[in-house]
């Protein structure tokens, strides 16, 4: 299975981005897809995470800012980032639940893709 992620990129504060990230391979269903980032001498933290179900989750640091989304048929995960701080600034992961076609469920992340935002 592989995460292929998009859409990072350079941006002023108050602007807006939308990441994308497929999944691809051997899956049979997806439970959970999400992103998290970070930032340069910080830990991996959680952004937002979303169900098949439709369930979402938010850092409270993204809360009303932020909308993720999923098209499972396409094993796509999305999110959109309106009202972009400096301190968004960081490296944003995809991370995907994935039960494979063996019925083995394991934990899989994208490369990762940059967002700056520039005061």
């Known amino acids: 299975v592989q995460l292929q992620a998009s859409g990072g990129g350079l941006v002023q504060a108050g602007g807006s981005l939308r990441l994308s990230c497929a999944a691809s391979g051997s899956i049979f269903s997806i439970n959970v897809m999400g992103w998290y980032r970070q930032a340069p001498g910080n830990q991996r933290e959680l952004v937002a995470t979303m169900t098949n179900s439709g369930i979402t989750n938010y850092s409270n640091s993204v809360k009303g800012r932020f909308t993720i989304s999923r098209e499972n048929a396409k094993n796509t995960v999305y999110m959109q980032m309106n009202s972009l701080k400096p301190e968004d600034t960081a490296v944003y992961y995809c991370?995907?639940?994935?039960?494979?076609?063996?019925?083995?469920?394991?934990?899989?992340w994208g490369q990762g893709t940059l967002v700056t935002v520039s005061s």
């Open positions: 991370n995907a639940e994935v039960l494979n076609k063996e019925y083995v469920r394991s934990n899989y």
